[in-house]
T-cell receptor
């Protein structure tokens, strides 16, 4: 079975500091991993994805994510947080046997304080 | 940039009433989805749709729910007899074409907020 876990309900960080939002996955086979962001009262927006290749994936708004196979993790990172980054972040994995099925984590609320 | 559009943005209904939520997916996408989110929390899969039929559905998607693509562009979610616990944000999504290394990603609409009184 495929699943992702986001161990933190909330992450608090000061503006200008680096941020990390954690995600671990459980997949039988090669994982296809995604990060989405949801701003208040908005739909989910695609940030970045890992399919294959370089373990460090760069995405929108200065975000990047590091794929770590040995730790089965795909943490979202940004070197310098902005107040406008405050949002709900979702990690997702695409099904291995059913490419059209996506499994979402429970979400992590990121609060960036000025 | 192409986008998924949803209507209405907000609907208030009485318990037991029928509700239809509408979505226009991105035109060259082939897979369509409905998800729901209660109180800004977990995003729950309801159903996926491909080639004019349901591809997969979750346990949430019981007999009171139905989906159809009546005219080749709109993709609708119908709730026949709404219950209080159906109050949620309903998101439509469509999947960019691609397999393998070009694996597509989901594009979401802005959502339809359903309030059942």
């Amino acid at each position: 079975a495929q699943s992702v876990a986001q161990p933190e309900d909330q992450v608090n960080v000061a503006e200008g500091n680096p941020l990390t939002v954690k995600c671990t996955y459980s997949v039988s086979g090669n994982p296809y991993l995604f990060w989405y962001v949801q701003y208040p009262n908005r739909g989910l927006q695609f940030l970045l994805k890992y399919i294959t290749g370089d373990n460090l994936v760069k995405g929108s708004y200065g975000f990047e994510a590091e794929f770590n196979k040995s730790q089965t993790s795909f943490h979202l990172k940004k070197p310098s947080a902005l107040v406008s980054d405050s949002a709900l972040y979702f990690c997702a994995v695409r099904g291995v046997y059913n490419f059209n099925k996506f499994y979402f984590g429970s979400g992590t609320k990121l609060n960036v304080k000025p | 940039e192409p986008e998924v559009t949803q209507t209405p943005s907000h609907q208030v209904t009485q318990m037991g009433q029928e509700v239809i939520l509408r979505c226009v997916p991105i035109s060259n996408h082939l897979y369509f989805y409905w998800y729901r989110q209660i109180l800004g929390q977990k995003v729950e899969f309801l159903v996926s749709f491909y080639n004019n039929e349901i591809s997969e559905k979750s346990e949430i998607f019981d007999d009171q729910f139905s989906v159809e693509r009546p005219d080749g562009s709109n993709f609708t979610l119908k709730i026949r007899s709404t219950k209080l616990e159906d109050s949620a944000m309903y998101f439509c999504a469509s999947l960019t074409p691609g397999t393998g290394p070009n694996t597509g990603e989901l594009f979401f609409g802005e959502g339809s907020r359903l309030t059942v009184l």
